[in-house]
């Protein structure tokens, strides 16, 4: 059976992992016949964010492993447990958490820098050509990781013009689309950069989540 690596930054859509991305992700390696293991960076979360609010909360300090094992029921990894022999690929859902906790996207745009526990994480799927999913909003990290490679992130001007800035090669895809960079074994999905509905989101993840599956064969 094969083993998927899924990389989590928090638990919610304004802090950290899109919640509904995270869990359709883990649905869809599981449907599709894989297994998966959970992993996030043991570091503090840029800030936390009120989702009744939508307010910042100044005196509240949180762990981005530790909010995200609420999604993992429990079951994860920092991500310098990683013993990359025992996976075939690795998956990262969205939230703001992928552009404010594995990387500083949100507020650095195309300036932005990788967390070093997330470079190096990432780097031996790269290192051992095993292949990486991005979705959402993560794709903002391609660049940065890889040399001149093909991501989307669906539609968004401002930030597709950001990929390019960085090295990328943006490629526009509605909500049920993949772009897939053969060479890089590489692929990535819009998923709530344009969904309406768990449903919309469901189509690419899916797609992407099998997808990778099949270029770990």
Do not use: W
């Not at 800030?47 to 909360?57: I, W």
């Not at 958490?97 to 996207?105: H, I, M, P």
């Not at 539609?155 to 950001?162: G, L, S, Y």
């Amino acid at each position: 059976m094969k083993k998927f690596a899924v990389l989590l930054s928090g638990a919610g859509v304004f802090d950290g992992s899109e919640l509904h991305e995270a869990v359709l992700t883990l649905l869809s390696v599981t449907q599709a016949g894989a297994c998966y293991q959970c992993f996030a960076p043991d570091i503090a979360q840029m800030h936390v964010v009120n989702h009744l609010t939508g307010e910042v909360d100044v005196k509240d300090k949180r762990n981005v492993l530790v909010e995200s094992a609420r999604i993992a029921r429990g079951e994860i990894k920092a991500t310098t447990d990683l013993v990359i022999g025992e996976f075939d690929g690795l998956l990262i859902p969205g939230g703001f958490g992928a552009a404010k906790n594995l990387c500083n996207f949100a507020v650095a745009g195309s300036e932005c820098e990788v967390a070093p526990e997330v470079i190096d994480f990432i780097n031996e799927f790269i290192e051992t050509k095993k292949p990486v999913g991005f979705i959402c909003i993560s794709p903002v990290m391609i660049p940065k990781l890889y040399n001149q490679a093909r991501g989307t992130i669906g539609h968004d001007t401002e930030t597709a013009h950001a990929f390019n800035l960085m090295g990328g090669q943006h490629v526009e895809a509605n909500v049920d689309q993949i772009v897939v960079d053969e060479a890089n074994k590489l692929v990535s999905t819009p998923a709530y950069m344009l969904a309406e509905n768990i449903a919309q989101a469901q189509l690419g993840i899916d797609k992407l989540v099998r997808k990778v599956i099949e270029l770990a064969a």
